[in-house]
């Protein structure tokens, strides 16, 4: 990591160029700031100086781990003549999307309107209005593979604001209205009772099984994505559902998980999830690593291993939480954002491996067990005779163990691969969510503490004067938090006071909630906008409920609404996700798939889910253990080591562990069953 910090300086006897970027904190950024092409971050001056000039502008958006985007630069943003015109005839402006992806998604939406399909780097031409009139995603530099040249390209755009510039102007503002989304207005606030709530979810049961791959598990074709909600609801609904139904749904979600960390999109020797598969059976993955997906995929797992109490999901989510104690971790707590799928030029390099190098490091003999544990032979399943790792055999044996570490260690020696080291506070929210909910259900004090320290950070450093800032690096936050921040940072803030029973962790979850209502909300749809419309340069304000590669923040928003009242019993907390979910509701009805991460928690305001308290540190284990019984009912526990019967706070008041024994104290909204301190014998 060090040599790709360091890479700007370690290279300035060879620069040539600097451009407006070298100010910036982003990785992403910084990797273009010596390109001949003058870019611009986004901001005034660049959007001032198109206007008085009459320039249209380029805007190239991406992000540090972007595999194409390295392309991009090293054969057009490096070139001289695509410079040249670049620097004459447009103001160029890159952005980087995991900043900005408000930005990333209003103009990804016109690249989709405009070529069918999207994807990064992406590249879209604007009016010194900012609106869209042409755009696609990586261009070479010269025509090939049916794609223009990039540098053709430029050159008709250039014709054509010099000639056409009225149709230009005509079109950017058809495309740009076409753009708008509009939703119906809010409905009577109503969801179905229980038992016709379960008749819909069977009824969605069938969108999964539809489409779901029963020889290699997951949804579709290649490539594949993760999907973690649509799991999660699999999950939530088989813990409702009749018997068959059940099944089906656990088994699906089950055989999918079991084979994509079986897969070489899983890290066999350091733990951690590569973004996608490029094929259909998770073998061979898109090499980079990003935080969001370490953050979705802990929580399916670590319900995997609830429902079925098999070691192997809890493996899973061993490794994952320690590679990113291990590996992803700023000094102050916090959690990086991504580590690139190539190292020297070539992706998966770090990754791969052939016979001959595991024999090298494990011997002749180890090497061969090795090759076949990880699916390794002379052929390779990747580039160059090399094999992405998978699981062939049981890797928990003694000597699997003992492998794994030697290739680990030998590895760790590799050039690795870039890691893009800024701070995004949604992305910590997810990973802070997620280590507090495996630290409390697998007793594990070390991930409880790391969330901790990483919420602290955000704390301190991304929270000035009572305003939360999207991104930080070097010491300087920046860029507004968008909804996303506030949503998986408030359910954040509040998973861990679950698992430390620390009434501050929940004041703070409250009052992202009163931020939220205050600055996204719409009462006319009751679906929240992804900002808070302060920025005059974004020209659409944009909602977006359903789940893409993260789950949807106005869903995180509705579940940290429903936590806070099921934690506080206050109405208006209810109220608010009752209209939320009910406005979802009617959209999801007949497209439940882009919907799970909705779905899942909408159902707690059907059936409350019950609350359990444990109050007392000794026999604590023995109540979590409990709770993990496959067969058990989905709760929503609190565990308050020392308790606080003094507190005026209606979960903690009066109560007290019973012997000095951890006691439990579980409640369905008002209702609450006698304490007992006896978990050998309690049952659901």
Known sequence: MLTFLLFPLLQTDAVTHTNHLANETSPYLLQHAHNPVDWYPWGKEALERAKKENLPIFLSIGYSACHWCHVMERESFENEDIAEILNTSFISIKVDREERPDLDDLYMAAVQKMTGSGGWPMSVFLTPELKP???????????????????????????????????????????????????????????????QWKELEASWLNAFSQTFDATWGGFGGAPKFPHAEDLRWLFAMAERADVGAAKKARDMALHTLRKMASGGMYDQIGGGFARYSVDAQWLIPHFEKMLYDQGTLLPTYLEAWRQTNDDFFRHVVEETSDYLLREMRDLGGAFFSSTDADSEGEEGKFFAWTPEELKEVLGKADGKKAAILFGVTEKGNFEHGTSALTRAGNLFTTDAIQMRQKLYNARSKRVPPATDDKILTAWNGLAIDALAQAGMQLGRKDYVQASEQAAEFLLYNLRKDKQWFRSWRNGKAQHAALLEDYAYLGRAFASLFQATGKEEWLKEAEAIGVIILRDFQDSGTAIFWDTDGKDATVIQRRKSPWDGAIPSANAATLELFSKLFAFTQKDSWKEEAMNGFSAILQMARNNPRSF??????????VQEPGVAVVIGEEGADAWREAFAKP????LLPVFSPKGKPDSDFGLFHSRAALNGKATLYLCHGKTCEAPTSHPEVWHR
């Open 596 to 605: 799970t991460s909705t779905l899942r928690p909408m159902a707690w305001m």
């Open 631 to 634: 067969g058990t009912p989905f």
């Open 133 to 195: 009139f042409y755009g696609g995603t990586y261009f070479p530099p010269t025509a090939k593979w049916g794609k223009p040249g990039f540098i053709d390209l430029l050159q008709g755009i250039t014709d054509a604001w010099l000639n056409r510039e009225d149709e230009i102007l005509a079109s950017a503002d058809g495309l740009s209205q076409s753009l708008i989304l509009s939703f119906p207005p809010a409905p009577e606030v109503h969801l179905p009772p229980k038992e």
